[in-house]
């Protein structure tokens, strides 16, 4: 362990996962727990009537091991003097630093997670099917966590291997001699069952006990997973209303005297402000935040009395009243490990319940000027070295920074570089496609000018590219009349997409308006939506490149999902490195594009 923290006794996680037909079904396993799965890991005396409960909290670190790269690794900090700065932030070595630092003097400390700690991640991680997150957790003493959307990326049997260990299916073991173990921490998802069962395929909660102190923990993922995985992924899954099933499994705790209960919900909000340390309930409790989690903390039954939370990856630490008006704690710590919360519940032995009047909450900057964990810097380091002879390929060169996750405007110079790509890599195959869309969330972190390692400033590595497009989606063709182009473009805006609109990266000769000032599909300004200079006939059929996720109509674009003539090409990061090696050297290295596609209207 770390110096910085005693060893802290540990019991390996009750495997809450049972096979079957690749699922795991465990309503009877829950219900034959004594009080639930239980681990009781933390001393201290038992004090007077109250005690205090440290809630350690983060989500959406989709296995950043190492410090993210460009401004996708850093946090906005308010100052004091009216002003903003960036801050850098994150990388396991110094999130493991914060937390056992956080822990010093709380013999009462628990540390849960709102989902997507695997998914989406850079190659260190990604290149294992995310085996290093997970036993990197496993050192942080992660307690407990609530699966995400991206848990769900390489589908329910291996989100089971995940929890229970074993070498991978197709790659085996990645050390000799060495077999997954799996976390040591209970994923919880209670509100995602088996079609075929009705049954939760995980855990649905978990009840963390010391000292008489009980505190349950409720898991889910927001409803709409279907709708942002590929549908292999959630195949024979069914996803469940968030807000009904927390209030079921907060009565079954309740029935079971666990009183103080805890939301851990992979959904989140927008906040007014991007700074991590902005004033969430000025003028008044949960003003400053929009988004889905507000409706839903509006609908969560009293019973539960905080949510940590996720999925949007910003940062805010909220008061929005439950149904009875009363103030309720609603956190969330940005992504990447980045920043984590710290929340004071306060237990009352005689009610068993928290005292919400006393609940404080804060998030704390994972800042790198502090020491690194020795054993996180093992891990990175072992395994790096089994990475390294894929990671450090050359693919291409760039004259500097090209944004992606970190741009400052809906259109990213990263998407529109990496739609051209699949553009290239589509008329290989067939000459007559004429343009590419990108979703947004597909592009996964920045393309940074300044070297990483040793292959120098301005080279794109494999591992690099890696981290901007994990997902192994391939690059498929489909033809669309040019009505449902137009469709597709006013779905950024409209149904699923209107309150958190999703813009779609276009490939160069695509241009149009979108005027932001209008509501829902109006805001796509169709007289001006052109193709090379030529305005779209609704009538014309048009060969269309996307990836696969698109092409299923993932990310509510269903008008992608209804292409005719489809054709798959090569996965998506080949095309991508493939354009790179193709159009840049170190003497002409690829500038980032102007992002000038879309005029957009304030």
Known sequence: MNSLTPHRPRRRASRIL???????????????????????????????????????????????????????????????????????????????????????????????????????????????????????????????TSVGNHEFDEGATELARMQNGGCHPKDGCFEDGKKFRGADYPYLAANVTDEKTGKPILAPYWVWKHNGVKIGFIGVTLEGTPDIVSADGVKGLKFHDEVETVNKYAKILDKQGVKSIVTLIHEGG????????YDCDSPSGGAGISGPIVDIAKGIS?????????HT?????????????????VTSASSYGKLYTDTTLTY?????????????????????????????????????????????????????????????SPEEPLGDLIADAQLAHAKTLDPKTSLALMNPGGVRSDLVYKASGSEGDGVVTYGEGFTVQPFSNTVNLADLTGAQVITALQQQVSGSNEASPKILQPSAGLTYTLDMTKTGAARVVVDSIKLNGA????????????????????????????????????????????????????????????????????
């Not at 997670?113 to 942080?140: C, Q, R, W, Y």
């Not at 696969?548 to 509510?556: E, H, P």
């Open 535 to 602: 305005a779209i006939d609704p009538a014309a059929t048009y060969r269309v490149a996307m990836n696969s996720f698109l092409a299923g109509g993932g990310d509510g674009f269903a008008a992608l999902g209804q292409g005719k003539n489809p054709l798959v090409g090569s996965d998506d990061l080949k095309a991508f490195n493939d354009y790179l090696t193709a159009n840049s050297s170190a003497a002409s290295p690829i500038a980032p594009p102007k992002a000038d596609r879309i005029t957009i209207v304030k």
């Open 348 to 408: 009352d032995r005689r009610t068993k319940d928290i005292v919400r009047t006393s609940v404080k909450s804060a998030n704390h900057v994972v800042s790198r000027t502090q020491p690194k964990a020795a054993d996180m810097t093992a891990l990175i380091g072992r395994w790096n070295k089994l990475a390294a002879p894929v990671a450090n390929q050359p693919v291409g060169y760039i004259s500097a920074d090209i944004p992606g996750r970190g741009a400052a």
């Open 18 to 144: 049972a096979a079957a037909a690749g699922f795991a079904t465990v309503g009877a396993l829950v219900a034959a727990l004594p009080a639930n799965a239980t681990q009781d890991r933390h001393h201290g005396g038992k004090g007077g009537r109250t005690v205090d409960v440290q809630l350690l909290s983060f989500n959406d670190f989709h296995g950043n091991l190492e410090p993210p790269a460009g401004s996708s690794g850093q946090v906005t900090e308010n100052l004091p003097d009216g002003t903003t700065r960036k801050v850098d932030a994150g990388g396991v070595e110094y999130l493991a630093t914060s937390l056992r630092t956080a822990r010093k003097s709380h013999p009462y400390s628990v540390t849960a997670a709102a989902g997507d700690l695997i998914g989406a991640s850079p190659l260190l991680s990604g290149l294992f099917h995310d085996e290093p997150t997970v036993e990197a957790m496993n050192k942080l003493d992660l307690d407990v």
């Open 302 to 310: 009293p019973k539960v009395d905080a949510l940590v939370t996720g």
């Open 270 to 277: 927008v906040p007014a402000s991007g700074s991590y340390n």
């Open 313 to 329: 990856h910003n940062a805010y630490v909220c008061t929005i009243p439950d149904p009875s008006g009363k103030p309720r704690m």
